[in-house]
């Protein structure tokens, strides 16, 4: 039965990539028309615009048409503590996702990119990204999620470890973000994250950064959840505000690109809640505080056809409540991507 459903999931999304390259497919042929309805979003969104570039430093790819083949590495570490729990004092939780294989696909036009994970037999990381950008802007929303995550339970009173296994937890994570480019006429953030652009000279810039992020822990077994108050869910939301730097180094005109960015995350709200039994609202116990999120890119262009990008990202989500409830997590995505352009 178990299996039966793990092959059913597979075959629905890779169902759902073959109907999106289709459909990517019958678009490229209408696009010979020049009132097709992406003609019409390229000119109104300026997707092949060049007019607002240094074409000297970087310039926008030659071909529109964009799938990326990935092999992914997502997942979560996350740590909580809720203190002077009656019967086991403080109690702790270490939990991390499976360091798990995925297959991902990446269709796009220009600036318009969708992505969505198809994880193997195993996992069940689910991953789906949609984003938009332009030479001095971009917004992305991502959404990831999985039950596949294992470690143990700690408590002060009994000095004993409870195993925590798959299928024990649920994390969820949706994310909205947009940033703009301060030197957007002499580099390109699009060139290192998935080569909409094409990096010819070495460029810095200072990036401002607004993201939203909603976060739900769900436990699923009755001893954790008797070991944490009764807590069966914690829902946390931040919106944060950041202004960081990133840079390309392309050392022969842009067919090798190396990029690297830090972000320090200022968290400016955030609104939580847990249920046990009822839903309440937590406050924080500091009403400002810092995340991080980081990126590392290596990227190859073979020709204007076809390239390779290994990319490395990490964002962390933190909160500690007035009673000093604390959760730390971490999201990491490693990635290495083939690129077709056409």
């Not at 991902?104 to 220009?110: H, V």
């Not at 037999?121 to 999985?146: C, H, M, P, Q, Y």
């Not at 249920?275 to 937590?282: H, N, P, Q, V």
Request: hydrophobic share 40%; aromatic share 14%.
């Amino acid at each position: 039965m178990q299996s039966a459903r793990i092959n059913q999931c597979v075959m629905k999304k890779i169902l759902f990539i073959v109907a999106a390259v289709t459909l990517f497919t019958d678009i490229v042929y209408a696009q010979s028309e020049k009132n097709s309805f992406l003609w019409s979003i390229d000119r109104m969104l300026n997707l092949s615009s060049t007019k607002k570039m240094d074409t000297n430093y970087y310039t926008i790819a030659k071909n529109g048409w964009m799938i990326n083949v990935n092999n992914n590495f997502a997942g979560f570490l996350l740590t909580s503590e809720i203190n002077n729990v009656p019967l086991y004092g403080t109690t702790k939780m270490n939990l991390h996702s499976k360091f798990n294989y995925q297959l991902s696909s990446t269709f796009g036009y220009r600036n318009l990119i969708l992505g969505y994970s198809l994880a193997n037999v195993i996992g069940e990381v689910k991953d789906f990204t949609l984003s938009l950008s332009a030479n001095a802007w971009g917004v992305e929303f991502r959404r990831l999620a999985t039950p596949d995550v294992a470690g143990n339970v700690t408590t002060s009173a009994l000095g004993e470890d409870f195993d925590v296994k798959n299928g024990d937890v649920k994390i969820k994570t949706k994310y909205l973000r947009a940033y703009y480019v301060f030197n957007n006429k002499k580099y390109s953030t699009t060139a290192a994250i998935d080569q909409r652009c094409v990096q010819k000279k070495s460029a810095g810039s200072l990036l401002f950064y607004t993201n939203y992020s909603q976060n739900t822990l769900t436990l699923l077994n009755s001893g954790i959840i008797n070991r944490f108050k009764g807590i069966k869910v914690l829902e946390y939301s931040q919106a944060e505000l950041s202004l960081g730097y990133g840079y390309n180094f392309t050392p022969n005109q842009g067919r090798l690109l190396f990029h690297a960015d830090f972000m320090p995350m200022f968290v400016v709200m955030t609104s939580n809640y847990l249920t046990d039994g009822s839903l309440k609202e937590i406050n924080t116990k500091n009403k400002y505080f810092f995340n991080c999120m980081g990126r590392f890119t290596v990227n190859y262009r073979f020709n204007d056809n076809f390239g390779l990008c290994f990319s490395a990202f990490m964002n962390t989500n933190r909160f500690t409540s007035e009673d000093n409830i604390k959760i730390r997590m971490y999201d990491y995505l490693i990635k290495t991507s083939l690129c077709f352009r056409f």
